[in-house]
């Protein structure tokens, strides 16, 4: 079957409250959206949002290159799901592709041959994948807001939550997460995220001072990514790489101490393909694999849902993020209901995408 008509459309859409991430403060999401058409008459969409301080490619760069490769592809085959998540969109050019557009083609692709095949996207890549996906709520803002907030995410049956720590003096990080964990059942479990703020000797206090916090993980809590072991074996705290893993490859991925989860973001990472080959050698090497969204819209996340069910079905992902948004590309966005998103509620045969938010861009 053939990709007989290849679309791009432009998007912005305002944030619920401003995103600060690094230097960056965030207060619309700008992103693309390909659209693939098969001689069917078959549709999928992918979502492009290079997010700004984390990609390496710019807005620009990423709406170029998808430009360029989504002219190559029309009248192109459609690639076989299987071949896809080995080679990548390799298999479609010989040109280097960003993080980003990659991500967006691949997901378009394989949201494409789901629907031709009358299937969900899941069931292409994991055929016993679950209907839901357990995700760990969000926990940003004051001390009060934070207690807050994880109150009402328990209270709605929340089972992992996620702290965001390191931008207060480490004393102050150290009651945060006391008093977070205080209010938590046992059995929820606490991640945090560092975001590479500490230096190896204040690591090393914040994590002797919340050592005995039964913490799941600690995302990049270190400048310095060399002094990872050094901090594990001072503190026992397990951590998580995130922004790290993309210095390496799938098959470069070793056991380090200490080294409990790894966080695949496809948008940053390199696409579907390289995420899935990044989750079965975590598998391999006893470590979770976290997907984790990029502050995409509900399309992107949908297709990370999918993508999160079919290879880690029981590892709570990181995909709580659509209520960021004000506005979304979904009539339905995305939310999670009891600490899971249900997918199917939002089956790609179901889905309704509101063409006003969008603009296309020409494809020449």
């Not at 995305?334 to 997918?343: A, M």
Request: charged fraction near 25%; aromatic fraction near 6%; charge should be negative.
């Amino acid at each position: 079957m053939k990709i007989v008509d290849a679309r791009l459309f432009q998007y912005r859409l305002p944030l619920a409250k401003p995103l600060v991430l690094k230097l960056n403060r965030i207060a619309a999401r700008e992103g693309l959206v390909a659209q693939l058409t098969d001689s069917n008459g078959h549709i999928g969409w992918g979502e492009i949002a290079p997010l700004p301080g984390f990609s390496a490619e710019t807005f620009d760069e990423a709406r170029d290159s998808a430009i360029c490769l989504l002219h190559n592809i029309r009248s192109r085959d459609l690639p076989d799901p299987a071949k896809l998540l080995k080679q990548g969109v390799g298999l479609l050019t010989d040109e280097s592709v960003p993080s980003s557009v990659t991500c967006g083609i691949e997901s378009a692709i394989i949201c494409l041959e789901a629907h031709s095949r009358g299937v969900e996207p899941r069931y292409l890549l994991g055929p016993s994948a679950p209907d839901s996906v357990s995700v760990n709520g969000l926990l940003t803002g004051s001390k009060e807001e934070i207690i807050e907030f994880a109150q009402q995410m328990i209270s709605g049956g929340y089972e992992s939550l996620k702290l965001k720590v390191g931008s207060a003096s480490v004393a102050r990080e150290i009651d945060r997460v006391k008093s977070v964990r205080t209010i938590m059942p046992q059995h929820t479990k606490l991640r945090l995220d560092a975001n590479r703020a500490w230096d190896i000797d204040m690591a090393v206090q914040f994590g002797k001072g919340v050592s005995d916090l039964d913490i799941e993980y600690i995302e990049e809590p270190l400048t310095d990514s060399q002094q990872l072991g050094r901090f594990y074996e001072q503190t026992g705290l397990v951590y998580a790489l995130d922004e790290s893993i993309t210095a390496v490859s799938p098959e470069k991925l070793a056991p380090a101490k200490g080294l409990g989860a790894i966080i695949l973001k496809p948008t940053i990472l390199g696409g579907l393909a390289v995420t899935w080959r990044f989750a079965r050698r975590a598998k391999e090497l006893g470590m979770k694999p976290v997907v984790s969204s990029s502050f995409e819209s509900s399309i992107g996340l949908v297709a990370l849902a999918n993508l999160a069910a079919a290879i880690a079905p029981t590892i709570a992902c990181g995909l709580d993020t659509a209520s960021w948004f004000a506005d979304d590309l979904l009539s339905t966005a995305v939310r999670s209901i009891k600490g899971r998103l249900p997918l199917a509620n939002y089956s790609i045969n179901t889905m309704t995408i509101r063409k006003e938010l969008l603009a296309e861009v020409p494809v020449e």
